[in-house]
């Protein structure tokens, strides 16, 4: 069982920044990827960024060049940096995390991030 919580959402104006975090309950090693999605009112969810336990990251296109996603091992913990906010970016962001072994996607409870002036 793999439990994640999300933090760092919050109001931002448009061209600001913030950093989400993704804490996990177990050693982020075990987890063979983890991701950040969110989904916007009234829109189905949509992946936004991933990372291996090797490393690699790819994003959504809408994302590209403004976020980016990371991991502290020691700390379990995945970020998200978040530049260059614009009202399309806001949504509730979830945090996933794809444990092969468990043969199963877990998620945190979500963190609001609304960008508007």
């Known amino acids: 069982q793999v439990q994640l919580v999300e933090s760092g959402g919050g109001l931002v104006q448009p061209g600001g920044s913030l950093r989400l975090s993704c804490a996990a309950s177990v050693s982020i090693l075990r987890v063979n990827v983890m991701g950040w999605y969110r989904q916007a009112p009234g829109k189905q969810r949509e992946l936004v960024a991933t990372i291996t336990s090797g490393g690699s990251t790819s994003y959504a296109d809408s994302v590209k060049g403004r976020f980016t996603i990371s991991r502290d091992n020691p700390k379990n913990t995945v970020y998200l940096q978040m530049n260059s906010l614009n009202p399309e970016d806001t949504a509730v962001y979830f945090c996933?995390?794809?444990?092969?072994?468990?043969?199963?996607?877990?998620w945190g409870q979500g963190t609001q991030v609304t960008v508007s002036s």
């Open positions: 996933n995390a794809l444990v092969i072994s468990d043969l199963r996607n877990y």
